[in-house]
């Protein structure tokens, strides 16, 4: 079974910092996109970041660029967002999502639990 484990939430002051992890497990023979989305109550889960099996592309929301910076070690099917400058509006629960395929070939999409950050003004 795939799995993917989320880590890092909390509370933080506005202009603070926070790191986020994720931990992909399992029979994973490959894992193709990672990202990170968020959700705040009465909205759509949004994209935040995301970045590409070869770890050279990345995209960004146009409210994060220059704020958050997402990365990955494909040695350790692991993706990171590392959040600076915060706001009170980046208050939302973070989803990681990865695509993998399994060591019996199956390919599909995956999500976190999801983590709550909240920012404080």
């Known amino acids: 079974q795939v799995q993917l484990a989320e880590s890092g939430g909390g509370v933080v002051q506005a202009g603070g910092s926070l790191r986020l992890s994720c931990a992909a497990s399992?029979?994973?023979?490959?894992?193709?996109?990672m990202a990170w989305y968020r959700q705040v109550p009465g909205k759509q889960r949004d994209l935040v970041a995301i970045t590409f099996s070869s770890g050279d592309s990345t995209t960004y929301a146009d409210s994060v660029k220059g704020r958050f910076t997402i990365s990955r070690d494909n040695a350790k099917n692991t993706v990171s967002l590392q959040m600076s400058s915060l706001k009170p509006d980046d208050t939302a629960v973070y989803y990681c999502?990865?695509?993998?395929?399994?060591?019996?070939?199956?390919?599909?999409?995956?999500w976190g639990q999801g983590t709550q950050v909240t920012v404080s003004s």
């Open positions: 999502f990865a695509d993998i395929t399994d060591y019996v070939g199956r390919y599909a999409n995956y």
């Open positions: 399992g029979s994973i023979r490959a894992v193709g996109r």
